[in-house]
């Protein structure tokens, strides 16, 4: 098991022990604050009351809308929770 003074192979202290299987690549400007490749857009709406007194409850309908830019797709989810 890996300790927190665990040193990595290139020779600097690494923070978890499992971090070398990450692929990490510092990111410019652009890349972090930048428009993003895709979006996910969740709208929760049209509220719904049902039944009366303590067995009462609320349902809402939940949009999602998955954009992909490069490619320009776009799909769509619908559901009542």
Request: hydrophobic share 30%; proline share 6%.
């Amino acid at each position: 098991m890996a300790t927190i003074e665990e040193v990595s192979p290139t020779g600097g202290p690494r923070a978890w022990g499992g971090s070398s299987r990450l692929n990490y690549r510092p990111q410019n400007l652009d890349e972090r604050y930048g428009t993003p490749e895709n979006f996910l857009e969740i709208e929760v709406c049209n509220p719904v009351v049902h039944g009366e007194g303590r067995a009462r409850y609320v349902d809402y309908e939940i949009r999602m809308v998955v954009r992909a830019v490069r490619a320009s797709t776009l799909a769509r989810f619908d559901c009542r929770r």
